[in-house]
């Protein structure tokens, strides 16, 4: 193999409490002013794009700034807002000069140019301090001046990156909430794409999650898509109990306090307090222990491509696969399917053990042949085989190919995915 190395960014999303959310909106604001006024000081300054690169900042900032850090009469393009701190501006200053520069790309192509912006705020260093797992101060704009706020943060059980791993915090304003986006660098161990790989003859490993005791099937075939060796990672009954007994914990809850509007008040009013098992507790069990099913089965399907030298995982792709960085702060996703959450950590893991992890069709995965192609019948044991009893463990087609389920789904992943790299 001939590796080559790089690196990545991910981007750790992480919830941020402001006790002022005004604060944020108007630091947003400002900052889009600025943007703004950069950014139409780049259209009407052309000749800036002929400046090296690294010397645009300095440029824009004597058009604007003068060369003595304020503007004064002979300054082209007066910057118009007051005591906008250093590296706010030139923040805003970059942010420009990359939309002006996708604009332009894409001018010939017909892309009309933004005429408002909606940018979120990026924060360089200075513009924030003491930045923990737990909190950080950003320095805000509050519509008169800027002051230094201290602001919560939630890693929603990530861990905390390494200081030197960080880039500058990007503050997301979403609806009702802010959002603390990091993006993080990642050192790779090899970056060459699927293609690459597959032309070199490396292996691939296709994982399959079926929503049963199985968590995972996992086949390893070579780029002509010869079966090699499989895997199955159980724990999911196990995993569905568990989960089950918290859920008839909440059921038992609610039925205690009575169900409706205004039954949660009206029995606190008459007891005092809330049950001891509060039901926020126990949903947060349940997406604990889920994560942490999809963690560990992650990691074992890691450990075993680097185990057999994989250099290719191949997952399904399902619509609307999770994002990984939404699964950390969503509750909705406690209930969520767990195979979508194993394969975004798959995708996140292998990246470091310089794995590169494609998705493939999920085209008749589940429902062919992948021998032949043909119609399937899947059965459990002991049970006649049915052309409509998905559920089976078993499976036979109509040319007498027989095997498990899970094996054959993950088997079409492979072959799904070889096809399209062929094509
Ligand atoms: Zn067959």
């Known amino acids: 193999m001939n590796k080559k190395p790089g690196f990545c960014t991910t981007t750790y999303r992480f919830r941020l409490y402001c006790d002022n959310m005004q604060l944020l909106r108007e ?32 440029e824009l900032e004597l058009l604007t700034i003068g060369s003595r850090g304020e503007s004064s009469d002979d300054t082209k393009y007066p910057f118009p ?31 009309k140019e933004a005429l408002n912006f909606d940018a979120s705020p990026i924060y360089y260093k200075g513009m ?56 993080v660098k990642q050192d790779v161990d090899d970056v060459r794409p699927a293609k690459e790989r597959l032309a070199n003859k490396e292996k691939l490993c296709a994982i399959y999650c079926p929503n049963s005791d199985t968590l995972a099937a996992m086949v390893i075939v070579d780029a002509e898509g010869n079966f090699i060796k499989s895997k199955f990672i159980g724990g999911g009954d196990e995993l569905a109990h568990r989960k089950q007994t918290l859920l008839d914990r909440i059921e038992k809850n609610r039925k205690s306090m009575g169900y409706g509007k205004g039954a949660k008040e009206e029995w606190i009013e008459s007891h005092g307090s809330i049950p001891a098992d509060d039901n926020k ?52 996703s406690s209930y969520d399917w767990i195979g979508r959450r194993i394969i975004s950590y798959v995708k996140y893991k292998s990246f470091a053990a310089g794995i590169v992890t494609a998705t493939a069709s999920t085209k008749d995965i589940a429902s062919c042949c992948y021998k ?52």
């Open 128 to 183: 924030y301090k003491e930045f923990t797992s737990t909190s950080i101060n950003l320095k805000l704009y509050n519509g008169a001046k800027w002051i230094w706020q201290h602001c919560e943060i939630d890693t929603c059980g990530r861990t905390m990156p390494e200081a030197d791993r960080i880039m500058s915090p990007i503050i997301v304003l979403e609806k009702d909430r802010a959002m603390l986006h990091i993006p």
């Open 27 to 58: 630091t947003k604001l400002m900052y889009n002013r600025v943007l703004k006024f950069y950014y139409d000081v780049i259209r009407k300054e052309p000749a800036i794009w002929n400046v090296p690169k690294l010397q645009m900042m300095r």
């Open 281 to 332: 507790a126990i949903r947060e069990k349940i997406h604990h222990i889920t994560d942490n099913a999809a963690h560990k089965a992650s990691k074992e399907i890691i450990d075993f491509c680097i185990e057999n030298e994989v250099s290719i995982i191949v997952a399904p792709n399902y619509i609307q696969s999770m994002n990984f960085n939404t699964v950390g702060y969503v509750p909705s």
């Open 81 to 111: 807002f007051e005591k906008v701190p250093l590296y706010f501006r030139r923040a805003a200053i970059n942010d420009a000069i990359r939309l002006q520069g996708s604009f332009r790309s894409g001018e010939d192509s017909g892309t």
């Open 372 to 423: 032949c192609g043909g119609k399937l019948k899947k059965y459990n044991k002991n049970h006649k085989p049915g052309i409509n009893f998905y559920g089976g463990k078993n499976f036979i087609c109509p040319n007498d190919h027989k095997g498990n389920s899970y094996f054959n789904s993950a088997m079409n992943v492979a072959k799904n995915f070889l096809s399209t790299m062929s094509k």
